[in-house]
């Protein structure tokens, strides 16, 4: 089995552990991480060192890493982390819970993470390195873009456009063919009806 290397070692990566082994796609060598000790287990996952040590693991022959990290309203953390990886040669494979439900015809792409109860419909595009989190759903022919983060239970209707490096919060609702701006952020429990703008922030029901 081939093995990958996880980039951070908190609440994220423990789902993505379980997620990992509940596909037996790959084997988790281990876990690099900014400020955990070598040899703490995180899940029985041993931490290897900090980042400086991914050179050495990849002349090893350890090719596929995941963004382990995950993000609360601000996914530039994510972003830099998966370009540093990318720019090394790593691997970054798309990683799909067994209980995601994924249409077909949808398109999942490099690094995605489409964890457990989430569902991806027909005709739409996940990016780069973006999270579906636990039980979301991403209805028919959206286009979500790199680096962004549909949180635990946010609903995409269908035609959603979702701009680079947004933040969809837990349980927040988009109305179909909105089009969110990029690196924009939707609270919790909102419940978005009008476009939003680049670089904004919209709380509440409906959003603004
Ligand atoms: O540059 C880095 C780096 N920066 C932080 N490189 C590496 N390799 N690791 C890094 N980290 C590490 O990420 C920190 O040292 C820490 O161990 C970990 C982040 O853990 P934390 O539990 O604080 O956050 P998280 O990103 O795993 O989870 C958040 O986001 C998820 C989506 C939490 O809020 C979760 O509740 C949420 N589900």
Known sequence: MEKIVLLG?????????DLINACGSY????????????GVSVSGV?????????????????INACIAVGSVGDNSKRKALYEKVKNAGFLVPALIHPSAVISGKSH???????????????DSIIGENTIVNTGAIVEHDCT?????HICP????????????????????TVLQGIKIGSNSIVSAGAVVINDVPDNAKVIGVPAK
């Not at 999942?108 to 027909?122: D, F, K, P, Y």
């Not at 609903?155 to 919060?169: K, P």
């Open 144 to 148: 979500v873009g790199k680096h962004v």
């Open 46 to 62: 041993t931490v290897l060192g900090d980042d400086r040590i991914l050179s050495e693991l990849y002349e090893k022959g350890l």
């Open 153 to 172: 239970g946010a609903a995409l209707s269908g035609g959603c456009l979702i701009g680079e490096g947004a933040f969809i919060g837990a349980g927040a």
């Open 27 to 38: 084997e988790i060598a281990g876990i690099v991480d900014a400020q955990l000790d070598v």
């Open 9 to 17: 070692g908190g609440g994220h990566a423990k789902v993505l552990i």
């Open 108 to 122: 999942i792409r490099e690094g995605a993470q489409i964890m457990a109860g989430a569902i991806v419909q027909t």
